[in-house]
Nanobody, 126 residues
Framework: QVQLVESGGGLVQAGGSLRLSCAAS????????MGWFRQAPGKEREFVAA????????YYADSVKGRFTISRDNAKNTVYLQMNSLKPEDTAVYYC???????????????????WGQGTQVTVSS
């Protein structure tokens, strides 16, 4: 059974930074691309960033490009999201997700992710 557990969310002032972590268990982590998504109140869940199974390639939503960095440590079965220069519009519940098939190409499409964490709240005050 795959489990994804996010941590690191919280309240931060605009311009500040946070680092989210997502610890995975249940299958061989290094074989699967990972993604981060977020959902603000009243809005649909949207793509934030994704990273390939090897960590060699990453992809970002335009809204976070240059401010957020996704990374992974396959030895620790963990994916990270470093968030800098945070804005109030970044306020949302952040979810990590793992793709279903192994060695897949990373994706910004929600339906291509089979497993999801419970989410961690990020609140950015102005």
């Amino acid at each position: 059974q795959v489990q994804l557990v996010e941590s690191g969310g919280g309240l931060v002032q605009a311009g500040g930074s946070l680092r989210l972590s997502c610890a995975a268990s249940g299958r061989i982590f290094s074989r699967y691309a990972m993604g981060w998504f977020r959902q603000a109140p009243g809005k649909e869940r949207e793509f934030v960033a994704a990273i390939s199974w090897s960590g060699g390639m990453s992809y970002y939503a335009d809204s976070v490009k240059g401010r957020f960095t996704i990374s992974r440590d396959n030895a620790k079965n963990t994916v990270y999201l470093q968030m800098n220069s945070l804005k109030p519009e970044d306020t949302a519940v952040y979810y990590c997700a793992q793709q279903g098939p192994p060695y897949g190409s990373f994706s910004q499409v929600k339906s291509e992710y089979d497993y999801w964490g419970q989410g961690t709240q990020v609140t950015v005050s102005s």
